[in-house]
């Protein structure tokens, strides 16, 4: 028995999958602190470095850019098309309090690596908040 409908093809619905993704990815990353710094990784081979956007706020990384395919083969003659093209865009929440306006990125064999410097927790305030019954009307 097939969960398939009849006449469907299930590799059709595979390549119409790979045909959406290349339209633009998400990229993956890896977020750890070394103590001092949150530090976010992303591999973003074959982007050129100008046409990423980093930016930091409300506790935030947000990366956009963009990839351009540039070859000479016609479509009719791929093979394989895995390699993902296009817009991306990833929010990414930070762990810890950072100071957004110190974030450095680099860009080095295709891994861009972005450093943040953690804020100050300093002492932690409470605050009392009174609670009232509210009344029916």
Same mark, same amino acid.
Request: hydrophobic fraction near 35%.
């Given at each position: ?29 890896? %977020? ?7 530090? /976010?990784?992303? @591999?973003? =081979?074959?982007?050129?470095? !100008? ?31 895995? %390699? ?7 929010? /990414?929440?930070? @762990?810890? =309090?950072?100071?957004?306006? !110190? ?35």
């Amino acid at each position: 028995m097939s969960l398939l409908p009849k006449n469907s093809n299930p590799f059709d619905e595979t390549e119409r999958a790979l045909a959406d993704m290349s339209k633009g990815f998400i990229p993956a990353v890896d %977020v750890y602190e070394d103590g001092e710094n949150v530090i /976010v990784e992303t @591999p973003l =081979a074959g982007v050129d470095p !100008k046409d990423v956007e980093v930016t930091v706020e409300g506790g935030v990384l947000t990366l956009r850019g963009k990839t351009e395919h540039r070859t000479e083969v016609d479509e009719q003659n791929y093979l394989y098309k895995e %390699v993902r093209y296009g817009a991306f865009q990833r929010k /990414v929440a930070l @762990p810890a =309090a950072v100071i957004g306006e !110190k974030a450095e990125a680099e860009s080095r064999h295709g891994l861009l690596r972005i450093t943040i410097p953690k804020a100050d927790e300093g002492e932690k305030k409470e605050i009392k908040i009174e609670v009232t019954e509210r009344k029916k009307d």
